[in-house]
């Protein structure tokens, strides 16, 4: 099973709008520390910032891109859960290094994925 996909021509103009013109504030990204349980952050593995999102308008324009992921790929039928939709950025300089993260899933043997959404050099943010 291919769990990576690149998928291309999906139209992302109205969603960076909303997220150019969103007031609420960056917050410095976390990782999760599964030994101590709890997330703190580490400069050294990660240099970004987040803000987690819960604007129902927001939601409305992830349901229109993700029915585009959908129609793109024949073998998934992606789903918003619209509990929040994260915003990450990554300044010049900004890395994400590789780390262990546990991974999230569900009982009853529902698949959950996360869909990061990274727009291309010429619509970046």
Do not use: W
């Amino acid at each position: 099973m291919q769990s990576t996909r690149a998928l291309k021509n999906l139209d992302v103009s109205r969603i960076s709008t909303f997220l150019a013109e969103c007031k609420q504030p960056f917050q410095t990204s976390h990782l999760y520390d599964a030994v101590e349980n709890k997330k703190l952050v580490d400069t050294e593995r990660r240099l970004s910032e987040f803000r987690s999102i819960t604007d129902e308008r927001l939601f409305d324009l992830a349901e229109d891109i993700v029915k585009q992921l959908s129609a793109q790929d024949e073998s998934a039928d992606f789903t918003l859960v619209r509990n929040d939709l994260t915003h990450i950025r990554y300044h010049t300089g900004g890395f994400f290094k590789k780390h262990n993260r546990p991974l999230p899933f569900c009982i009853r043997r529902t698949r959950r994925r996360r869909l990061a959404a990274t727009p291309s050099s010429s619509a970046r943010m």
